[in-house]
């Protein structure tokens, strides 16, 4: 989605046409030049439009429509077709001229819903999204009296009257620390075309009226977060009854409740009138998120039709064998598993022998992701983790690891460059990943996983990302390339960290796109900035990985990652090899002798991979 924060500024369109320069058109009076001007809007309508839909960052389309009345008119629907409005809670200060953001008028996030309301702009709004913290004024004093502060629903009343004018609003997102109020919820259940709605409750014990949402029809996505019971949420109970066609259901609670062991939550409270009229929804994907309730109120698998069912996510939703004592109570899975005949695709994050055993028994997946213990946040602050145990370069290196990738950067003596250690030790505080803390449980469950993931869904699985406790052997490296032989992605740790060890994996998978080779819990360490920058050993794993990757099987995979490095493999280039100072000068010819090809790899931020899908499912998170 384009992020635009900021209303277009007055203009008026200019009749002068933009130009560019070529050395290859002749000027007025018939010379060649290297400064003559060609009209860009001379090209025909099509080819203008096609230029125009690559375009979509809002700066450069808002650039563009002040060029000329064309290209106004023709990149005006674009510029506003997705809008997304966000508050801050202080001023923010320009980089460039450090003056404060919408000096002399009013804040960027009020000039933008100004721009909507005021101008003929709204109708081209398909996709329209409020985030942020919103600064309420006297919202304590208010609620003493039952009032909803002035601040609050002016804000409420200024949004409804946006959406009343957006004709064609397809989605709906409200990500507000404030509490969306009856007046917008009025305004959107009279769009006959929205079909995606996203809804972030107040977080915040202050009284509030509570909602009841009707039921829209035309509804396809519901994204519902940060629902706390005793934070006056809204009722859901007839908007998830009375409305036939919602077919992705997100549902996220706080995490307090599984903080504070609150078993506030009660699923009857959201799902009590589909039970009661014995209906099931017909979803196509569901997730949940810090589900935490007594055992005879957390079956939710009957209010929805299992024969539907295409992708299932439940993070710290269930049981797991690394729960603590006190949570013993939580409701585990059913006993008994309706079938899911379309179920392709299953992510979570607790594993449990039952579990286990429903693996076996369920149809064949396409995605299975497992995701670690902990919120990776490397898409936006990297973590200082070096390559782990398959990349770590270190200053002891014995002789049979000669040749694997523990080889670091060398010295020209030979002796390998001392890198600093900045892992945290096992079992030290701060860290509830190391060595010392990982659960016995979670360990020994690796090898019946393996076995029931290969022996039931290795036909037909594509991703495939478990926990990087489990440290893979070689004989189960061979179980996993033998078994699935569709594979496209893959994430795992393994044991030998040798480069023999991506040789077992990547030319007996002829598919593989992407591999991640996970770092153990012990080498993670903090997150900080770190990671991205350039190191003096990454030129080391460059061209360590250039030299494995020109062997015949590695032709299609495009992303490896080691650890927290992220490295592309792109198309081959010729390496070659220093002459001798004695040898007197050759030809070109003889110079090409001393060449050889080889595959062409670059180290990439963590961003870089941020939509494959090995990275971005392994995240503590049901909203992207």
Known sequence: MSVYSHHPPDFQPANMMPTVYSPYTPNHDGRDHEEARVDLTQLPMNLLALIIHYISEPGDLARACRASRKLYYMCLPNLYTHVKLKSYDHIRYSSE??????????????????????????HYVKSFEIAGKYREIGVE???????VSDG????????RTAVDRMTGLESFAWNLNVKMLSTVWDGLISKQILTSLSIKCPTERIPSPIHTVPGIPHLKSLTISYMDPLCYPDNFQILLHESPNIEHLKMHW??????????????NM???RIYNANKKMRLKSIAMQNLYCLGHEGNFLGM???????????????GGADDEGNMAFVAEPPKRLAPMPRLRVLRGNKVS????????????LQQYYLLSGRDLQEMDTPTSSRAGSIASPGSQISASHRGSLYDGPRSVAGTPQSIPDTKSSPGSVGNPFSAASTPAPVVLLSR?????????????????????QWRLSIDDIKLVTSSCVQMKQLGIGVQDSGFETLQLLVPNMPHLKALRILDPPKEWGPADDSNDSIRPEDEWYEEKISDLTWHTGWDEIQWLGLGSLVFELLGPESARTPRNSNDSEDSEDDMDTDSNQRRRVARRPLTAVKEVEIWKMDRKQIVF
């Open 97 to 122: 001229t450090a003056r404060p953001e919408g000096c002399g008028g009013g804040s960027p996030f009020a000039m933008g819903l100004n721009a909507l309301i005021t101008r003929p702009v709204a």
């Open 141 to 147: 004093d208010h609620a003493r009296v039952g009032r």
């Open 152 to 159: 609050g629903m002016m804000l409420n009343i200024l949004v």
């Open 254 to 267: 706080s995490p307090r409740m599984r903080r504070e062991r609150e078993t506030s939550v009660n699923l």
């Open 270 to 272: 959201y799902f009590g």
């Open 304 to 318: 929805y039709d299992p024969d539907y069912l295409e992708s299932m996510t439940a993070i710290d939703a269930t």
């Open 353 to 364: 022998a039952h579990h286990c055993a429903g693996i076996a028994k369920m149809r064949p």
């Open 448 to 468: 019946q996983y393996i076995d029931n993931i290969c022996r039931f869904h290795g036909r037909s699985l594509t991703h495939l990302l478990v926990l990087p």
